[in-house]
């Protein structure tokens, strides 16, 4: 059951609040990319991206680079925002239910291309304008704050930033490695597994 002393949820945003299919996006860039392209380019450029350290345009052509001739910036999008599958109507709903009782907020490693999709896909299906303003107390995105998971920095940030007393903090995040390095700065975990809905956890442990 939930802990009584807890008082902000902190969600991580792919395959926690957004449901992702990552294989998508790495089969379909697997096919742009020339044979001899340098994979080690692209994880590179993918964590400045993610850092906000380069705009989108130098990360397509960087990614454009390691491409076959034909390929154009177009076709890289699709593929990159192709791992974005949707967020259910339920899930929004518990977070406007949660916020009813906690402070909420959001922590996610992201980038600008897959935060703009996430605001024309919500906008066309949902009819939501203001995502951040609406259902969290406050959003932090690793390519506007210009760090990330699993440093520490990224979360000694968001304790500075919104006051937060991580022991009051329950901290929501579907990779372990992040999680490892919130608990040893004193916050309340919880590892979303592969295909668990997170709105049914809380539920369950009775947050809403």
Request: glycine share 4%.
């Amino acid at each position: 059951m939930k802990s009584q002393k807890v008082r902000n949820l902190l969600f991580d945003l792919g395959n926690v609040i957004i449901d992702l299919d990552i294989d998508r996006t790495m089969k379909d860039l697997h096919k742009l990319f020339r044979p001899d392209g340098d994979r080690s380019i692209v994880e590179r450029i993918n964590m400045e991206y993610e850092c906000g350290r380069v705009s989108t345009d130098i990360f397509l052509n960087t990614l454009l680079s390691q491409c076959n001739r034909n390929v154009q910036a177009f076709d890289l999008i699709e593929a990159w925002n192709g791992m974005l599958v949707g967020i259910p109507e339920h899930r929004l709903e518990m977070l406007r239910m949660l916020r009813n009782n906690f402070n909420v907020y959001l922590l996610s490693n992201t980038n600008e291309l897959h935060l703009e999709w996430v605001h024309r896909y919500l906008k066309r299906e949902h009819g939501i304008e203001d995502f951040e303003k609406h259902f969290f107390d406050h959003a932090y995105y690793s390519h506007l704050v210009g760090d990330r998971k699993p440093l520490p920095s990224i979360y000694k940030h968001i304790i500075d930033d919104s006051f937060l007393t991580p022991s009051l903090t329950l901290y929501m995040d579907d990779i372990k490695e992040n999680l490892d390095v919130a608990e040893k700065l004193g916050f309340e975990t919880y590892l979303v597994k592969d295909g668990e809905d997170i709105a049914e956890y809380l539920k369950t442990e009775g947050y809403y």
